[in-house]
């Protein structure tokens, strides 16, 4: 072999390949797309589970709140007789008492009027000094995922034409309709666990093609868990607005309104509470999953109506959104005809 032609050779093979300072400049060149390919697959994925989260929360809170809004319109229809709603008013549509074996009069249900009662666990409730939840299973029981308890409402009014309740049995026109919203577990056979949702219990109806009896003598029916009507919700708040006399206007939690009309009527120069002329409801609502989204701050409060609420769970990082609305009651405004 002639040796210039081989020393040749050997010069080419040595040529070729790369040297380590190259393969290492390589690597990291490597190691920075791939890093920053995955940052941008896990950005997408915290993306698209946020664009998730935020599409379950519009639908969850909107349509949900929409849904519960549209029933409580329709609170106190038929009663014209009695139009300043109080805590004493006959058949008035926001209910915060009913007839007791010693309250037999003044009452906003007075039916019946034998025991078994209506259960006081049953009305509208909202956290305050010496109000206690229910123990008992299916009244208010203040469920929340905050560090305040969740409210109850409970309305009444007569059906103004055929229609469904909230449990979704058919109701005649004129019938009786006595429904409340308090936050429950989900599913309602659970004993334990934090997945609350928004839940509607309703009256059994009189039965289709039977007269109905005006005004009702009894209530059957009511107290159980009820139909979920939204889910995964934190936390459940209701004020009362109120109109005063002299034309003010005011909004008060249940109890800061029970409060008020205790001190009105034992006043020295007695004289009738303001009257409730609207509702204004709020709902805290989360996410399915958790987005694991770092930018969401679990420390944060936040500001439900008149609270300043703070989450109990600081591990997992879902959506989260408060909705709110404001419905005024009909025959509220007006004056006994």
């Not at 989900?186 to 289709?208: E, H, K, M, R, W």
Request: charged share 15%; glycine share 8%.
């Amino acid at each position: 072999m002639n040796v210039s032609h081989h020393n040749s050779y050997k010069q080419k093979i040595k040529q070729q390949g790369f040297t380590l300072i190259e393969l290492m400049v390589a690597l990291a060149l490597g190691l920075l797309i791939t890093a920053a390919a995955i940052q941008l697959f896990t950005g997408g994925i915290i993306t698209s589970r946020m664009q998730e989260a935020n599409t379950e929360l519009q639908n969850s809170g909107i349509f949900g709140l929409d849904y519960i809004a549209r029933d409580i319109r329709l609170a106190n229809y038929s009663n014209i007789n009695n139009p300043a709603l109080n805590e004493q008013t006959p058949w008035g549509g926001i209910v915060l008492t009913a007839r007791t074996s010693t309250l037999t009069s003044n009452v906003n249900i007075p039916i019946p009027v034998s025991a078994p009662f209506i259960s006081n666990g049953l009305l509208s409730h909202s956290v305050g000094t010496g109000e206690a939840v229910s123990s008992t299973n299916n009244e208010w029981r203040g469920f929340s995922n905050v560090d305040v308890a969740s409210d109850q409402l409970t309305i009444q009014f007569f059906a103004p034409n055929d229609m469904v309740n909230c449990q979704g049995e058919n109701v005649q026109e004129g019938d009786y309709v006595i429904q409340r919203y308090f936050v429950r577990r989900d599913p309602a056979a659970a004993t334990s666990g934090t997945n609350y949702g928004l839940a509607c219990d309703a009256n059994t109806p009189t039965p289709v093609g039977t007269p109905v009896v005006l005004p009702p003598t009894s209530i059957t029916g009511f107290g159980d868990a009820g139909e979920l009507i939204m889910p995964r919700v934190d936390h459940f708040t209701v004020q009362l607005g109120t109109r005063a006399d002299d034309g003010g206007l005011a909004y008060y939690t249940v109890n800061q309104y029970r409060a008020i009309a205790i001190a009105a009527r034992s006043g020295a120069t007695p004289t009738n509470p303001p009257r409730i002329v609207s509702v204004k409801l709020a709902v805290l609502v989360r996410s399915t999953d958790n987005t694991r989204n770092d930018s969401i701050d679990l420390s944060k409060k936040i500001d439900v109506l008149n609270q300043s609420v703070e989450l109990k769970d600081k591990d997992n990082q879902f959506a989260r959104r408060v909705y709110s609305t404001t419905i005024a009651l009909r025959n509220g405004l007006g004056e006994k005809i």
